[in-house]
Protein backbone atom coordinates (compact mmCIF):
# COMPACT_ATOMS: atom_id res chain seq x y z
CA UNK A 1 0.00 0.00 0.00
CA UNK A 2 1.13 3.44 -0.83
CA UNK A 3 1.40 5.70 1.94
CA UNK A 4 2.80 8.73 -0.62
CA UNK A 5 3.72 9.89 -4.04
CA UNK A 6 7.02 11.12 -4.52
CA UNK A 7 6.60 15.05 -6.34
CA UNK A 8 6.54 14.59 -10.14
CA UNK A 9 6.56 10.74 -9.80
CA UNK A 10 4.16 10.75 -13.03
CA UNK A 11 6.59 13.24 -14.75
CA UNK A 12 7.03 10.86 -18.39
CA UNK A 13 3.88 9.27 -18.57
CA UNK A 14 2.24 12.00 -20.69
CA UNK A 15 -0.16 9.36 -23.02
CA UNK A 16 -1.55 7.63 -19.55
CA UNK A 17 -5.16 8.07 -19.69
CA UNK A 18 -6.32 5.99 -16.28
CA UNK A 19 -4.73 6.04 -13.39
CA UNK A 20 -6.34 4.26 -9.85
CA UNK A 21 -4.67 4.68 -6.71
CA UNK A 22 -7.51 3.73 -4.63
CA UNK A 23 -7.26 1.89 -1.54
CA UNK A 24 -4.25 3.34 -0.76
CA UNK A 25 -3.14 5.06 2.71
CA UNK A 26 -2.51 8.61 1.32
CA UNK A 27 -3.28 11.21 3.24
CA UNK A 28 -1.92 14.15 1.29
CA UNK A 29 -0.71 14.67 -1.99
CA UNK A 30 2.19 17.08 -3.15
CA UNK A 31 1.16 20.18 -4.98
CA UNK A 32 2.74 19.09 -8.36
CA UNK A 33 2.39 15.39 -8.21
CA UNK A 34 0.17 15.12 -11.54
CA UNK A 35 2.31 17.50 -12.98
CA UNK A 36 2.71 14.93 -16.78
CA UNK A 37 -0.38 13.45 -16.79
CA UNK A 38 -1.44 15.51 -19.49
CA UNK A 39 -4.18 13.05 -21.18
CA UNK A 40 -5.20 12.23 -17.68
CA UNK A 41 -9.33 11.30 -18.14
CA UNK A 42 -9.83 9.33 -15.44
CA UNK A 43 -8.21 9.39 -11.93
CA UNK A 44 -9.52 7.24 -8.95
CA UNK A 45 -8.18 8.38 -5.51
CA UNK A 46 -11.62 6.74 -3.69
CA UNK A 47 -10.20 4.49 -0.64
CA UNK A 48 -7.28 6.59 0.99
CA UNK A 49 -7.37 8.67 3.77
CA UNK A 50 -6.72 12.32 2.09
CA UNK A 51 -8.18 15.24 4.13
CA UNK A 52 -7.48 18.86 2.13
CA UNK A 53 -7.44 19.24 -1.81
CA UNK A 54 -7.07 22.44 -3.64
CA UNK A 55 -6.45 24.05 -7.26
CA UNK A 56 -3.23 23.18 -7.69
CA UNK A 57 -3.44 19.52 -7.11
CA UNK A 58 -5.46 19.16 -10.47
CA UNK A 59 -4.03 22.33 -12.38
CA UNK A 60 -1.92 19.94 -15.12
CA UNK A 61 -4.83 17.74 -15.63
CA UNK A 62 -7.07 19.51 -17.40
CA UNK A 63 -8.64 16.87 -19.45
CA UNK A 64 -9.75 15.43 -16.66
CA UNK A 65 -13.21 14.01 -16.79
CA UNK A 66 -13.80 11.73 -14.13
CA UNK A 67 -12.34 12.29 -9.97
CA UNK A 68 -13.60 9.59 -7.34
CA UNK A 69 -12.53 10.69 -4.26
CA UNK A 70 -15.21 8.44 -2.06
CA UNK A 71 -14.43 7.11 1.19
CA UNK A 72 -11.35 9.77 2.11
CA UNK A 73 -11.40 11.93 4.93
CA UNK A 74 -11.47 15.06 3.06
CA UNK A 75 -12.66 18.04 5.89
CA UNK A 76 -11.62 20.72 3.15
CA UNK A 77 -11.81 21.84 0.20
CA UNK A 78 -10.60 25.03 -1.59
CA UNK A 79 -13.51 26.61 -3.12
CA UNK A 80 -12.08 26.38 -6.49
CA UNK A 81 -10.91 22.91 -6.34
CA UNK A 82 -11.77 22.04 -9.51
CA UNK A 83 -12.40 24.66 -11.25
CA UNK A 84 -9.61 24.41 -13.66
CA UNK A 85 -11.08 21.11 -14.81
CA UNK A 86 -13.54 22.19 -17.74
CA UNK A 87 -14.32 18.46 -19.05
CA UNK A 88 -15.00 17.20 -16.07
CA UNK A 89 -18.65 15.20 -15.30
CA UNK A 90 -18.15 12.97 -12.85
CA UNK A 91 -17.47 14.11 -9.59
CA UNK A 92 -17.30 12.00 -6.59
CA UNK A 93 -17.60 12.89 -3.14
CA UNK A 94 -19.57 10.70 -0.51
CA UNK A 95 -18.38 9.10 2.26
CA UNK A 96 -15.97 11.67 3.46
CA UNK A 97 -16.19 14.64 6.52
CA UNK A 98 -17.22 17.54 4.02
CA UNK A 99 -19.83 19.97 5.49
CA UNK A 100 -22.93 19.75 3.80
CA UNK A 101 -22.12 23.90 2.16
CA UNK A 102 -19.01 22.66 0.82
CA UNK A 103 -21.25 19.66 -0.73
CA UNK A 104 -23.73 21.78 -2.41
CA UNK A 105 -21.31 24.18 -3.94
CA UNK A 106 -20.37 21.30 -6.19
CA UNK A 107 -23.62 19.22 -5.97
CA UNK A 108 -25.52 22.34 -7.89
CA UNK A 109 -22.44 23.16 -10.17
CA UNK A 110 -22.78 21.78 -13.62
CA UNK A 111 -19.79 19.73 -14.51
CA UNK A 112 -18.10 20.01 -17.92
CA UNK A 113 -19.66 23.21 -18.64
Known sequence: MLNNLPEKIFDNLKQLEILKLDHNQLKS????VFDGLKNLRNLDLQGNQL?????????????????NLKNNALITLAQDSFDDLLYLYLLNLKNNNLNKTQLDRYENRKLGE
Open 29 to 32: LSTN
Open 51 to 67: TTLNRNHFISVKKLTQL
